[in-house]
């Protein structure tokens, strides 16, 4: 079974995207996270289940999309890093990913 981490930056994209959201509707921003949380759950057991990027290629990240969202990780050494949350419409760019990895990171088993 995959240990599941959360970098900093990632989490701060999803609170941001759900602060948004609960502007017009707070139980709307509420389900989001519960849905993102529940999809991120199935890495658990199945890392590798996230779809590749577009963008990137034959890169080692996928991505798991929970709409608006696309929650963005890598996964190896029975770990599974969320790297970054952006909304569905925006591109990615290779930058966006840059500095992810490091030391901010928060584990949720």
Same mark, same amino acid.
């Given at each position: 079974?995959?240990?599941?981490?959360? +970098?900093?930056? /990632? %989490?701060? #994209?999803?609170?941001?995207?759900?602060?948004?959201?609960?502007?017009?509707? $707070?139980? +709307?921003?509420? /389900? %989001?996270? #519960?849905?993102?949380?529940?999809?991120?759950?199935?890495?658990?057991?199945? $890392?590798?289940?996230?779809?590749? %990027?577009? #963008?990137?290629?034959?890169?080692?990240?996928?991505?798991?999309?929970?709409? $608006?969202?696309?929650?963005?990780?890598?996964?190896?050494?029975?770990?599974?890093?969320?790297?970054?949350?952006?909304?569905?419409?925006?591109?990615?760019?290779?930058?966006?990913?840059?500095?992810?990895?490091?030391?901010?990171?928060?584990?949720?088993?």
């Amino acid at each position: 079974m995959a240990e599941i981490i959360w +970098a900093e930056p /990632a %989490l701060d #994209e999803l609170e941001a995207v759900a602060g948004f959201i609960a502007r017009d509707n $707070p139980l +709307a921003a509420a /389900a %989001l996270i #519960e849905r993102v949380f529940a999809h991120i759950e199935q890495l658990l057991l199945h $890392p590798e289940s996230g779809s590749r %990027l577009k #963008e990137r290629g034959c890169s080692r990240y996928r991505q798991i999309v929970e709409p $608006p969202c696309r929650v963005i990780y890598r996964c190896g050494n029975d770990q599974v890093v969320i790297v970054a949350v952006i909304r569905e419409e925006q591109r990615l760019r290779s930058v966006r990913l840059t500095g992810r990895d490091g030391p901010q990171q928060k584990k949720k088993k």
